[in-house]
């Protein structure tokens, strides 16, 4: 059983969900909304999570062992480790020990909300003319 499964679920309620995930060309950002998705882009802003995020999410079967993650860095164990904190507390990744190991996925919903929110809407061939 994981250990994260005390830590709050960073999701919003049902009406902010919506306002969460309309894009922002269409409606401002509530305060609540803007809170919760500046934490998932600062945990992107480091190349680092990023690429970690980017492995966990091609890994094959859709999950990757914190020992699959080690290699491709130049930096201790220790330090990925804390990359892998941030991804989970800013609700991008969850995570599971299994014996000794450590497996991650990443959480589609919140892909979907930074997706959502930069969304740009079809523009008429009109328009662009």
Do not use: N
Request: hydrophobic residues 45%; negative net charge.
């Amino acid at each position: 059983m994981s250990k994260q499964a005390g830590l709050p679920v960073l999701g919003l309620g049902q009406d902010d969900d919506a306002a969460c995930c309309a894009p922002m060309t269409r409606e401002p950002l509530g305060e609540e909304a803007a809170a919760e998705l500046s934490r998932m882009f600062k945990a992107l802003s480091d190349p680092i999570r990023l690429r970690l995020l980017s492995l966990i999410a091609s890994h094959e079967g859709g999950e990757a062992c914190v020992c699959d993650l080690i290699g491709p860095f130049d930096v201790s164990q220790p330090t990925i480790s804390h990359h892998l904190k941030v991804l989970r507390e800013a609700g991008l990744v969850d995570s599971e020990r299994r014996g000794t190991w450590v497996y991650y996925w990443v959480l589609p919903e919140a892909l979907a909300k930074l997706s959502a929110l930069l969304e740009i809407p079809a523009v008429p061939a009109k328009a662009l003319a």
